[in-house]
């Protein structure tokens, strides 16, 4: 049986999911504004951060923090508040409640409590890189951040690498050079891909080719702003352009010439041919 809620109709708490400027605080709708001064409670991700909004737009509710560090201790708080009829705004710092953001967590706790959970459209960095991306922009496939470890990387990309729909990603700064260098093993040198960083700031810039181009780029310059990595999709999965060659073995050794632990190293040669994971350790250590 479908639990149907109604977002407007309910006269108790609510919640609001509200979009953050990316960059640009021009992109604050109306609606969000008004939003943002009529609840009683606005939980952001960083306090500092959304104070500097609020004052920009003259908003004077209170704020308290919820972010990843925070959830067990604070969506009890804010059920309670909900249930006793308050209404709060949720926000990140940036973007999209949810998204590569805090929020999941106290949607879903809403929606177990049958409270009203109402999202406002607004600033996303995919979607916004995507449209002036030149890539084939629907179908898209978006994962956000990879992890941070080179192996688990390896192995996030793998299995993403025959996917037709253009692929978004998100990467900070400091990690992109590594990330553009693991694409560009798992992927092939050719796969097109566009950067696109500081949307809707002043500094906004779009950079397109291969990721070879791409690699090429980012060794040489001073990498500053956030980024969304937009990657085309395989045009020809059933062809593998950028197949290690050789034995298992062989391969097993370059994997980890390139960065994986031993065990990483075995379970994705064995996953790419096919083969047991329990044999293919035994062969490589000769047991």
């Known amino acids: 049986m479908l639990n149907q809620t109604s977002s407007f109709q309910s006269t108790g708490g609510k919640l609001y999911l509200v979009p953050t400027p990316i960059g640009n605080l021009d992109d604050m709708t109306f609606r969000a504004i008004q939003i943002l001064k009529d609840v009683d409670l606005i939980a952001a991700e960083d306090t500092r951060h959304t104070q500097m909004l609020l004052n920009h737009f003259d908003i004077h509710t209170p704020a308290i923090s919820f972010h990843e560090h925070n959830t067990a201790e604070r969506i009890p708080q804010l059920l309670s508040k909900l249930q006793s009829g308050q209404t709060i705004a949720q926000c990140?710092?940036?973007?999209?409640?949810?998204?590569?953001?805090?929020?999941?967590?106290?949607?879903?706790?809403?929606?177990?409590?049958?409270?009203?959970?109402?999202?406002?459209?607004?600033?996303?960095?995919?979607?916004?890189?995507?449209?002036?991306?030149?890539?084939?922009?629907?179908?898209?496939?978006?994962?956000?951040?990879?992890?941070?470890?080179?192996?688990?990387?390896?192995?996030?990309?793998?299995?993403?690498?025959?996917?037709?729909?253009?692929?978004?990603?998100?990467?900070?700064?400091?990690?992109?050079?590594?990330?553009?260098?693991?694409?560009?093993?798992?992927?092939?040198?050719?796969?097109?891909?566009?950067?696109?960083?500081?949307?809707?700031?002043?500094?906004?810039?779009?950079?397109?080719?291969?990721?070879?181009?791409?690699?090429?780029?980012?060794?040489?310059?001073?990498?500053?702003g956030e980024f969304v990595i937009l990657v085309a999709g395989n045009d020809h999965p059933d062809q593998d352009d950028n197949q290690p060659m050789g034995s298992p073995i062989e391969q097993i050794d370059q994997e980890i010439e390139n960065g994986l632990s031993t065990n990483a190293a075995i379970k994705l040669v064995a996953k790419r041919l096919g083969i047991k994971r329990q044999e293919l350790y035994k062969e490589y250590h000769q047991l």
Not at 122 to 137: C, D, E, Q, V
Not at 159 to 176: D, V
Not at 206 to 211: A, E, H, I, S
Request: aromatic share 8%.
């Open 92 to 224: 990140s710092d940036a973007g999209m409640p949810s998204i590569s953001d805090p929020g999941k967590e106290l949607v879903a706790a809403c929606t177990e409590d049958d409270i009203p959970v109402i999202p406002l459209p607004g600033p996303n960095a995919g979607l916004t890189a995507l449209i002036a991306s030149g890539l084939t922009p629907q179908p898209f496939f978006f994962y956000g951040f990879l992890d941070r470890k080179h192996q688990q990387q390896v192995v996030e990309l793998e299995e993403l690498k025959n996917r037709p729909e253009t692929m978004i990603f998100y990467e900070a700064p400091h990690r992109l050079k590594k990330t553009l260098k693991t694409m560009q093993e798992v992927f092939g040198k050719e796969r097109r891909v566009v950067l696109a960083r500081e949307l809707t700031k002043r500094y906004e810039e779009f950079l397109r080719g291969t990721l070879a181009d791409a690699n090429e780029w980012a060794q040489t310059q001073e990498i500053r």
